[in-house]
């Protein structure tokens, strides 16, 4: 529940404001001045909603205040000039008296939505080593992320986390679990996809002595095992249809059966999954259950891979060299300027992990104490030179029956596919990899996999001894 804070010096609009703002839900303190405003620590409040004729100090003296809690000042039509300076000095917005009540509580919420959503700070993560730490990112996709997390994570439902392999979908899991209810509880990791098909249900469900050849003990499953606190499947789409209906029924009823069993056991788990696949295309081709897909997708939170998240790569970087070098005891190396024009030009097909795996490369063959880009490894390998008309990178347009034959297309005219290796041969020393890209109209993931097609490799960085 938002919490406002009303300053206005006339007792009965204060308080015909506070019985409009209650009425819908929000928690409401009041001061009849700035003074009074201050005393009550405007900063421990959603949002602050002030006059801006006060006796002694104006509204807009609150702005400073109580930031970086909004102000929305309110002002008579007749001080229009008055409520433009107060947005200039900083005040979120203002709203004109007598106000329209549905204009006011329309403003209200779409301030305090918005103070939410630039809330959004990364959630800290308790690392398996008992190490907490902040989740890494600031762009906006990853903020869209921290928010969703952070309104999940209490509400106890199912998660289905999407995103590419090496995102981050555990730790995010991991987030879930850590800032929920049942934080003091087990949380239980299986990898769907590194558990053999003839095994899954035994290592999920459990199993009875002799329910099977080699079933010489009885075994609880690794749900029996997360009662009471939460199970992440990650790679739900790897699981078998078997195994599929037995999970459907513990998210339906809340009851597990051991395989060779004929008793149901109740249990109490939230489970958290995550898949780099389409579980709805899959549920079309009868890989995966509709009515499983359905069970899990309740809240469903997108993780962006590395190549959209550009703004990030650098401060990602940073952080995992620093790990990678307290664990080779190689501390003080850095990344030259040319090693970390690579790194933000890449496209990052294998995301976080492939750049964690491309850093710790770099700790292990530096030679000095910079990280030079041969040290990574990311280059693609030279390729053989094309052969001349190749199937050009873009269906060329059909060309008019001239009746000419091809007399009119000699060797000087260039594809569509010459244009690329001419252009970027020519344009590499003096552009990155991005600006190449933009000049070309393609992404930059596309301008590397059309290198790697054509053998174009990239122009190599002088290491350069006081870089």
Known sequence: MSRILIV????????????????????VDEAGSVDEATALDPQRFDLVISDLRLPGEPGTALIARAAPVPVLIMTSYASMRSAVEALKQGAVDYVAKPFDHDELLETVARVLHLQASRRAEPPDVTEPSGQAQPMIGNCPAMQLVYSRIRKTAPADVTVLIQGESGTGKELVARALHQQSKRARAALISVNCAAIPETLIESELFGHEKGAFTGASAARTGLVEAADGGTLFLDEIG??????????????QEGEIRKIGSVETRHVDVRLIAATHRDLRALSKTGEFRLDLYYRLNVMQIDL??????????????????EKACKRHDREGLRLSRAARREIHDYPWPGNVRELENALERGVILAEGHLIHPDDLGLSPPNAAPPTPRQIPLEPEPAKADTGQGTEGSGEDDLSLEDYFQHFVLEHQDQMSETELAQKLGISRKSLWERRQRLGIPRKKSPRRKNE
């Open 238 to 251: 790897e699981l078998p249809l078997d195994a599929q209906a037995r999970l459907l029924r513990v998210l």
């Open 304 to 321: 962006p891979p590395l190549r959209d998240r550009e703004d990030d790569v650098l401060l990602i970087a940073d952080i995992l060299l």
């Open 8 to 27: 206005e010096d006339e007792a009965i609009i204060r308080s015909a404001l506070r019985r409009l703002l209650e009425r819908h839900d929000y928690r």
